[in-house]
């Protein structure tokens, strides 16, 4: 019969390093200890780095320090409150993106917002919006031009080359 002994604690984040693809850990654990270099375990296709304070659990496979891992791991003073089933990614200076019961919002409070896709980008800021797009690309507005009749947006130079509008 084996035996696989572990130690579980709370684990305080005081800071972290990028090394070889991998984010470790300092910080306080158990009465009086103070890892370094220690492993944040994070899941696939999600990267995060913890702020100073933020708190999470380690565990020492086989009860050895050298084995630790730092699981999970948040803010408490940084943590947005939500609705049971909603979800939020979210920084340490309040930029959030919520999926919520109403939709989705996307809160970067004065800070410019940017999205792309191939040649198309589009960009929020200073309460101004842009859209750039290639020269072969095409800017629809009011609707899927396989459902509506679209004609060129008509400007002071004539016919735009990117932008159609929707007729009634």
Request: proline share 4%.
């Amino acid at each position: 019969m084996s035996r696989f002994d572990f130690q579980f604690g709370r684990f305080e984040v005081t800071g972290d390093i990028e090394e070889a693809g991998q984010q470790l850990l300092n910080g306080a654990g158990r009465a009086g200890e103070v890892p370094t270099k220690v492993l944040s375990s994070q899941q696939h296709g999600f990267a995060s780095r913890l702020p100073a304070g933020s708190l999470g659990f380690q565990v020492a496979f086989g009860g050895r320090s050298a084995q630790r891992v730092i699981l999970g791991g948040e803010n408490p003073a940084m943590r947005p409150n939500l609705q049971t089933g909603n979800a939020a990614i979210y920084d340490h200076n309040g930029h959030i993106l919520k999926v919520i019961d109403e939709g989705m919002t996307i809160d970067v409070k004065d800070q410019t917002v940017e999205m792309r896709q191939g040649s198309l980008k589009i960009t929020v800021t200073d309460n101004d919006a842009f859209i750039e797009v290639g020269a072969d690309k095409k800017v629809y507005l009011g609707g899927n031009p396989d459902d509506h009749t679209f004609a060129k947006v008509q400007t002071q130079s004539g016919p735009s080359l990117n932008v159609y509008a929707r007729i009634a």
